[in-house]
């Protein structure tokens, strides 16, 4: 007969029973599935407690882990950064809408500049997705549309900068402004010597008759009279259309302005040359298009025929306008023979 006790001295988890023979005690031997149960049993019972502690907690009582508690509080937290971060982003947006504006409205337009396309001022950053690398970590897409909105915030601070340089640049010429752009009749106002025989807007075709928009002003005078150029500036084009304007003279004053002298009877001045304000530019002539001697005249404004009347004042007397005239060919003279030169030319003879 065996007996088998547990020994409160001996270790807990070993068993003993006592040999009848040596009347020893000795340590029971188990077999290899019994020392395996007792452990896995115990594993499975507590994994399905901690599930059950787990759905209890969760479902039942709807409390959260501290860990998911922690990662939500700091999400909300980053949300609420992200939040404010954008409204600041509204506000410079806004007040950079504001400078670009004023820009396009006035800067850029006293000065006689286009206006910078909407497609290039808002310009974002095309080809290859940039902002890939934030698709994963960004699953509400928050953190993608603030950096493409800082992107397209940073380009355009970036191209106002450029317009303000621009600007800044054409403003430096402010002064030269005033004698660049067309402020005097092309002719001598003489009224003994012209008459305005056609001035801008629909009027009927000289030639075919068809109501047509006529975007200049004509002078009719005799051939051979001087024609003077209206603003200071660069001769752009000289050309001849038989069927068109005839002998005509392209001059770009910069700030926006051109201004066309056409059907001239000659030409006194090439392609490139710069040229004041008063100097002659050739004679009226009768070449091209032409119904009759005259001198077609036009005002053009970033690249738009507007009406000329607006940029002279026939009010002035032809002796007046002589003397600007001969003011402008003695100033020309002076620049050509300043007195160092006149005195070299001195020497040499
Ligand atoms: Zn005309």
Redesign the pocket.
């Known amino acids: 007969m065996k007996f088998c006790l547990y020994l409160p001295d001996m270790s807990i988890d070993k068993k003993y029973v006592i040999n009848q023979r040596t009347l020893l005690y000795e340590v029971k031997k188990r077999s290899r599935a019994s020392r395996l149960f007792k452990p896995m049993a115990f594993f499975a019972v507590s994994l399905v407690m901690a599930v059950a502690y787990f759905w209890i907690y969760a479902s039942v009582l709807g409390l959260e882990l501290p860990k998911t508690a922690l990662l939500k509080k700091k999400n909300a937290e980053w949300c609420s950064k992200m939040e404010v971060l954008n409204r600041q982003l509204d506000g410079y947006e806004e007040a950079l809408a504001a400078l670009q504006m004023r820009d396009d409205d006035i800067y850029r337009s006293i000065f006689g500049m286009n206006e910078i396309p909407a497609e290039v001022r808002n310009a974002g950053f095309g080809g290859v997705n940039r902002y890939a690398h934030l698709d994963g970590a960004d699953p509400d897409g928050l953190l993608k549309s603030t950096a493409i909105r800082l992107d397209v915030l940073t380009k355009r601070t970036c191209v106002q900068s450029r317009s303000f340089d621009e600007v800044a640049l054409l403003s430096k010429r402010a002064g030269d402004m005033a004698s660049c752009i067309p402020a005097i009749p092309p002719v001598n106002p003489d009224p003994a010597k012209f008459r305005l025989s056609?001035s801008f807007g629909y009027r009927k075709d000289p030639i075919h008759g068809r109501t047509t928009m006529?975007?200049?002003?004509?002078f009719a005078m005799k051939p051979g009279n001087p024609v003077y150029a209206t603003g200071d500036g660069v001769v752009e084009s000289v050309k001849f259309e038989f069927f068109g304007y005839g002998n005509q003279v392209v001059i770009d004053h910069g700030f926006g302005y051109k201004t066309r002298y056409?059907?001239l009877k000659a030409v006194g001045v090439v392609e490139g040359m710069k040229i004041k304000r008063g100097e002659c530019v050739g004679q009226s002539g009768n070449s091209g298009k032409s119904s009759g001697p005259?001198l077609?005249?036009?005002v053009i404004y970033k690249g738009n025929q507007i009406n000329p009347a607006n940029y002279y004042d026939l009010s002035i007397t032809p002796e007046e306008y002589a003397t600007m005239v001969q003011n402008t060919a003695d100033a020309s003279k002076n620049i050509t023979l300043h007195p160092s030169h006149q005195r070299r030319e001195r020497k040499r003879s």
């Open positions: 056609s006529h975007r200049g002003v004509d056409a059907h005259h077609h005249y036009e």
